[in-house]
């Protein structure tokens, strides 16, 4: 499925754990809606859950947001401290919350 589009608006998504365990990456393609975050967001908790205290993000980069999903999901970043990574076209406004690079990620785990 990695690199494929899909042609539908039916939400779907990938957990992915990097091979050196340090990050987990939840990557959404399709159309994200309101209705849709409702089954996103349990997805999100029990990834956290699961990680064992591994840093998680979503990679919403490849979905279409609506305007009201991305103010939900805006909040959502904050209150559950979630990196979104979002695609930087013209429709949409920025990162929902700004992803540290990778190097810094790795070198603060190591403090």
């Not at 589009?5 to 340090?22: C, F, I, N, P």
């Not at 990050?23 to 959404?28: F, G, T, V």
């Not at 908790?45 to 103010?71: C, N, Y």
């Not at 990574?85 to 790795?106: M, Y």
Request: aromatic fraction near 2%; hydrophobic fraction near 40%.
């Amino acid at each position: 499925m990695k690199g494929r589009k899909l042609a539908s608006d039916k939400l779907s998504v990938v957990v992915r754990v990097d091979v050196d365990g340090e990050q987990i990456q939840i990557a959404a393609t399709g159309r994200v809606t309101t209705s849709s975050l409702q089954g996103l967001y349990p997805v999100v908790q029990r990834t956290k859950g699961l990680g064992g205290g591994l840093g998680v993000e979503m990679d919403l980069s490849e979905a279409t947001i609506d305007a009201d999903a991305l103010d939900q999901l805006r909040i959502y970043a904050e209150l559950h401290e979630v990196p979104v990574r979002l695609n930087a076209a013209p429709g949409n406004v920025g990162n929902v919350t700004a992803l540290p690079s990778r190097k810094f990620q790795t070198a603060s785990r190591a403090a």
